[in-house]
Every structure is written in C-alpha cells, then in structure tokens.
C-alpha cells in the first residue's frame, strides 16, 4: 500500500490504465506521478488524448489504476469498497465538468442542495446553504431557473456551488470552460480560481489552454500517458499569451470585471461577470499577475 508524503491531498504513485476493448488497447496512462497540497491549484494539461481525464477520474475514485496507487487525503483509494470511495467523493471531492451535469428537471437551488440532502444535512439547513453559495457565484436572482433556463456560464456557476457545497478539500474540473464562450469562460476561471484558494482547497484543474494554465501555481504536462514536465513550480510556466493585456495594478471597483473583459477579449463585461464579482469580492488583477510580474 502507498504512503502518502505528510499533508498531501493527492498523491498519484506510479499509476497505469490500460483501455482495453478488445479491438484496441490503449495505454491512457503510462506510470504517473502527481501530487498537490493543501491550498494548492495545478492545472494538468496535455494534447487531446494525453491521459488528462482518465486521471482526474482516478483521482476521484470513478476508475481504478491497473497499477500504482491514488491517495486522497492520506487514504490509498484501493483500500476502500465501492461504498466507501463513493461516500469520499461525495464528502471530500468537488467535481465540475465541461457538461455541468446538472439535473434539467431540478432548478438551480435543487441541484445545490441535492449532496447536501445526500449528506443528511436537514432541508433548511441544506436551503440556507445553497442561498448563500448561489450569491457567493453572483447568481441569487436565478435561485429557481431550472438548468435550460440559464445560460452556459450560469450553469457552470451553479455547478460550481454545487461541488462547493459539501467544502470539499479538493476540487476537480475537467475542461470546465469548454463549452463556454470567451467571455463566459474568463468569469468561471476567475470564480474558480478564487473560490478554490479559500480554506486550503486543492484544485487540480485539466485545461488545454496556456492563458488558463499560467493562472495556476503550477503546472503538470502529460503527453502519451507520461507527465513530461512538472513537478517543479515554474519549469512549464508558460508566457501569458500577448493578445492578452492584463492590468497588474492594484484593482478597486469594477477592475475584476474589466480584467475579465481584458482577459476574454470583449470590451464589455457581461452584467453576470459584473454581479460575481461584487458579491465574490473577486480582485483578479492581482491574481492574474505572474509571479514578480508585478508593475
Ligand atoms: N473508456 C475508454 N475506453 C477506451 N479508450 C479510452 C476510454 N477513455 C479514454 N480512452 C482513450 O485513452 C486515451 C486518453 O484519454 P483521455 O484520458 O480521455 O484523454 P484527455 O482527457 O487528455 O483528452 C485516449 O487515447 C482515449 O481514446
Ligand atoms: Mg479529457
């Protein structure tokens, strides 16, 4: 059984997933390393079909390695029962995906509160929490707009509060702006980012996109199923791209919002992006300053 390395939330040891479908087999992952602590946000990227989502999925003890070992808070996943893993996720894990996932027959509220009712958090208790996460993501006024009610940004925030409501430690998401426009997608990388440096969380974040990726504290590059850079902090840093002007001073006001537009190219920021970032007191200036970058 793996040890886990003091305070790890992750800890990927060796790990190997094989696909085999009896026509093809496929080495997905090829002897992976990873591990992240307390607080920290790494972004896994990698070509399409680099291994990225396999091993977010290992990650989250949605799939077992056919060789090597994920520790999760200290805990070697194949030391539990199906049970016992799936009670973990649902207490431990965040998980946001490029489809958001959500349930179209429930409104945004019902799919906050729904892990906090699989909790056994009381209805109340489960409804003034959800209140409270729907405005942390700017989106109280959309409390009762089921899923097809809302744009594809909007959904990505309920998902969100959503993976934040049971205060998971560690955060996973796959390609959460895939699906969104440029505008949409600055305003949930921004959330995320600051929604996932509170309380110590882990975020590991799957992105393909170098400006998304030099938002994080490091980053891991697979290729063909092998991390091919990491885990040193700035060894894959990439440069911020320069079609992308960011403002590194000191921010007040509206500067989230016009970094936000900065960022997603768009002269104006959505009204949405303008509401998350009253209500989530966002500052992204500062945090979209590259280490020693600052002006
Ligand atoms: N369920 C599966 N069955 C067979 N092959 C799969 C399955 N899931 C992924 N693969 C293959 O494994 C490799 C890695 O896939 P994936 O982890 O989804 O990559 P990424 O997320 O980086 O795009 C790809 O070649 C993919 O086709
Ligand atoms: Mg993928």
């Given at each position: 059984?793996?040890?886990?390395?003091?305070?790890?939330?992750?800890?990927?040891?060796?790990?190997?997933?094989?696909?085999?479908?009896?026509?093809?087999?496929?080495?997905?992952?090829?002897?992976?390393?990873?591990?992240?602590?307390?607080?920290?946000?790494?972004?896994?990227?990698?070509?399409?079909?680099?291994?990225?989502?396999?091993?977010?999925?290992?990650?989250?003890?949605?799939?077992?390695?056919?060789?090597?070992?994920?520790?999760?808070?200290?805990?070697?996943?194949?030391?539990?029962?199906?049970?016992?893993?799936?009670?973990?996720?649902?207490?431990?894990?965040?998980?946001?995906?490029?489809?958001?996932?959500?349930?179209?027959?429930?409104?945004?509220?019902?799919?906050?509160?729904?892990?906090?009712t699989?909790?056994?958090?009381?209805?109340?208790?489960?409804?003034?929490?959800?209140?409270?996460?729907?405005?942390?993501?700017?989106?109280?006024?959309?409390?009762?707009?089921?899923?097809?009610?809302?744009?594809?940004?909007?959904?990505?925030?309920?998902?969100?509060?959503?993976?934040?409501?049971?205060?998971?430690?560690?955060l996973?998401?796959?390609?959460?702006t895939?699906?969104?426009?440029?505008?949409?997608?600055?305003?949930?990388?921004?959330?995320?980012?600051?929604?996932?440096?509170?309380?110590?969380?882990?975020?590991?974040?799957?992105?393909?996109?170098?400006?998304?990726?030099?938002?994080?504290?490091?980053?891991?590059?697979?290729?063909?199923?092998?991390v091919?850079?990491?885990?040193?902090?700035?060894?894959s840093?990439?440069?911020?791209?320069?079609?992308?002007?960011?403002?590194y001073?000191?921010?007040g006001?509206?500067?989230?919002?016009?970094?936000?537009?900065?960022?997603?190219?768009?002269?104006?920021?959505?009204?949405?992006?303008?509401?998350?970032?009253?209500?989530?007191?966002?500052?992204?200036?500062?945090?979209?300053?590259?280490?020693?970058?600052?002006?």
């Open positions: 059984m793996a040890k886990h390395d003091g305070g790890a939330v992750v800890e990927v040891r060796g790990v190997r997933r094989v696909y085999d479908t009896g026509a093809a087999r496929t080495e997905a992952l090829r002897g992976v390393d990873l591990s992240a602590v307390p607080g920290e946000f790494v972004a896994l990227m990698g070509a399409s079909g680099s291994g990225k989502s396999t091993l977010l999925h290992l990650i989250a003890g949605l799939d077992r390695p056919d060789a090597g070992s994920v520790c999760v808070n200290g805990v070697d996943l194949a030391s539990l029962d199906e049970n016992a893993r799936t009670l973990l996720r649902r207490r431990r894990i965040g998980l946001i995906f490029q489809s958001f996932n959500l349930i179209d027959t429930l409104s945004a509220e019902e799919n906050v509160i729904l892990p906090l699989l909790d056994g958090v009381r209805p109340r208790e489960a409804r003034r929490r959800a209140a409270a996460l729907l405005e942390q993501v700017g989106l109280s006024g959309r409390r009762r707009h089921r899923p097809d009610e809302l744009s594809g940004g909007e959904q990505q925030r309920v998902a969100i509060a959503r993976a934040l409501a049971i205060e998971p430690a560690l996973l998401a796959d390609e959460p895939g699906n969104l426009d440029s505008a949409a997608a600055a305003c949930v990388l921004a959330l995320l980012r600051d929604l996932a440096g509170q309380r110590r969380r882990t975020m590991l974040l799957v992105t393909h996109d170098p400006a998304q990726g030099a938002l994080a504290d490091r980053r891991v590059l697979l290729r063909d199923g092998r091919v850079a990491g885990p040193s902090p700035d060894e840093r990439p440069p911020v791209p320069p079609s992308v002007t960011v403002d001073r000191p921010a006001g509206d500067d989230w919002a016009d970094a936000c537009a900065v960022l997603s190219g768009c002269g104006e920021p959505p009204a949405s992006c303008r509401r998350s970032a009253k209500t989530a007191g966002i500052n992204p200036a500062a945090r979209l300053a590259p280490p020693g970058g600052s002006a």
